[in-house]
T-cell receptor
Framework: AQSVTQPDIHITVSEGASLELRCNYSYGATPYLFWYVQSPGQGLQLLLKYFSGDTLVQGIKGFEAEFKRSQSSFNLRKPSVHWSDAAEYFCAVLTGGGNKLTFGTGTQLKVEL | DTGVSQDPRHKITKRGQNVTFRCDPISEHNRLYWYRQTLGQGPEFLTYFQNEAQLEKSRLLSDRFSAERPKGSFSTLEIQRTEQGDSAMYLC????????????FGEGSRLTVL
């Protein structure tokens, strides 16, 4: 079954430092991949998505992600983290014949001032 | 575009009681999804509708759970005879039928079963 794995449960970075959150997918064909962010008590907001084409995808809030087929990865990056980026981040893959999203377990990001 | 709205945002109930959650999707979205999220986990798919038709239900959706979307607009998720294990955030999301993948989420309804 198609799935995504987020190996890091918690990550702590200093404000201004760079960030990379890992996501590995399991899928036979080219997957449709997403990154969502969830702030405490809030719903999920889409950061970016990859369907095809350019493997470096730009998103909102200064985030980007790179699709690497050889590594089955879709890691999320940000050059300089802001304190407001502290949240939980979820990677997801489109499954069920394109009808639903399957999410990873999430990575909780803490930003130290 | 007023976004996906869910009601109530928080519900505390005693074990054995019934609860109902409502979701109003974005108006032109004909697909509506319910997910469940427990602490430390990602959202887990429960069910989805295309217009008023319920097209798929997860094995997570036991017989105590029922979802409806009678007129293809808002949806309700009812849990009968609640158990402590039902405590979770219930998330609703919607999208257009021919739009690829992206779901728009509401802020969720948090259920606590005592």
């Amino acid at each position: 079954a198609q799935s995504v794995t987020q190996p890091d449960i918690h990550i702590t970075v200093s404000e201004g430092a760079s960030l990379e959150l890992r996501c590995n997918y399991s899928y036979g064909a080219t997957p449709y991949l997403f990154w969502y962010v969830q702030s405490p008590g809030q719903g999920l907001q889409l950061l970016l998505k990859y369907f095809s084409g350019d493997t470096l995808v730009q998103g909102i809030k200064g985030f980007e992600a790179e699709f690497k087929r050889s590594q089955s990865s879709f890691n999320l990056r940000k050059p300089s983290v802001h304190w407001s980026d502290a949240a939980e981040y979820f990677c997801a893959v489109l499954t069920g014949g394109g009808n639903k999203l399957t999410f990873g377990t999430g990575t909780q990001l803490k930003v130290e001032l | 575009d007023t976004g996906v709205s869910q009601d109530p945002r928080h519900k505390i109930t005693k074990r054995g009681q019934n609860v109902t959650f409502r979701c109003d999707p974005i108006s032109e979205h004909n697909r509506l999804y319910w997910y469940r999220q427990t602490l430390g986990q990602g959202p887990e798919f429960l069910t989805y509708f295309q217009n008023e038709a319920q097209l798929e239900k997860s094995r997570l959706l036991s017989d105590r759970f029922s979802a409806e979307r009678p007129k293809g607009s808002f949806s309700t998720l009812e849990i009968q005879r609640t158990e402590q294990g039902d405590s979770a955030m219930y998330l609703c999301a919607s999208r257009r039928d021919r739009q690829t993948g992206e779901l728009f989420f509401g802020e969720g309804s948090r259920l606590t079963v005592l």
